[in-house]
């Protein structure tokens, strides 16, 4: 794929109108989130680096795009609309979907059944991603990078995207990651094995509503955690399948489970919450 066929036409940036404003919906540390119109709803992710890392980033962000729009053949990937402006690096663009998943699960008051269903279709997109020649790497598993359509149909996005921009460990997913990259001296790509820790943390946190390591107020004190090899916290009474579950996505890489693996483990879940 040629890498200027990511780039959204010239004709199709942003036009804010009096009457359709931006609206800032989320500020990470490292980008703000907007919605925006061309014509119809979208979100624009602008990012905030250093001027030394822009023209690294770039790059990886043309790659990471470039990946993305390999994927979007399966129903649960969500659409990459494109790469839009220059500066300091591309906006990445997508279309607007109201809900994350944890939002879904609250508003509507889905039961166990479609809870661990709608796990399951993320897995299955995941699996999706690891299964083209080559792989495709997420590298940002988390209920926030999962949205939910008004049909309830889950979304895998930010693809590739995490990894392009940061480039260190040093961010807010640190809960979510493999405890091999963490404790990483120097950059450790990512791995599908990497990918199947970040899901098995995103299921703990779509089933305890909470965070991984909730049990630790800031990020330096799970860092030093994953070094002791401790895990996050169970919420008590946990189904023992999930537990194993759970605890299967988290053993040293080659001992780790497959995405695939996971996939049929979730659809085992939700079978037996129908019962």
């Not at 988390?142 to 309830?152: Q, T």
């Not at 450790?188 to 909470?210: F, H, N």
């Not at 070094?227 to 579950?245: A, I, N, R, S, V």
Request: a positive charge; hydrophobic letters at 40%.
């Amino acid at each position: 794929m040629d890498q200027f066929a990511i780039y959204l036409p010239l004709d199709m940036v942003p036009r804010f109108s009096r009457r359709s404003p931006v609206a800032v919906i989320a500020e990470p540390r490292h980008a703000n989130v907007v919605v925006c119109y061309i014509p119809q709803p979208c979100v624009m992710k602008n990012f905030r680096l250093h001027e030394d890392r822009v023209a690294n980033v770039k790059a990886s962000l043309e790659v990471a795009a470039m990946q993305w729009k390999r994927a979007e053949g399966h129903p649960n990937i969500h659409r990459l609309l494109g790469l839009c402006g220059n500066y300091p690096v591309p906006s990445v663009v997508t279309p607007y979907i109201e809900r994350s998943l944890l939002e879904y699960l609250l508003t509507t008051q889905a039961n166990n059944v479609v809870m661990f269903a709608t796990l399951q279709s993320v897995a299955t997109a995941l699996g999706y991603l690891h299964d083209q020649n080559p792989p495709i790497l997420h590298s940002n598993v988390k209920a926030s990078n999962i949205l939910v359509d008004r049909s309830g149909k889950a979304l895998l996005t930010d693809i590739g995207i995490h990894n392009a921009v940061m480039q260190s460990d040093a961010d807010s997913s640190i809960r979510w990651r493999a405890r091999e990259i963490v404790l990483s001296v120097g950059p450790s790509p990512p791995t599908k094995a990497a990918d199947c820790w970040s899901m098995g943390m995103t299921i703990l946190e779509v089933v305890s509503r909470q965070r991984p390591f909730a049990q630790f107020p800031n990020d330096a004190q799970v860092i030093m955690a994953l070094y002791q090899g401790h895990f996050p916290l169970l919420p008590p009474g946990l189904d023992g399948h999930l537990e194993g579950l759970l605890s299967s996505c988290w053993k040293p890489p080659l001992q780790r489970l497959s995405i695939q693996t996971i996939a049929k483990y979730l659809r085992l879940l939700s079978e037996r919450a129908r019962e």
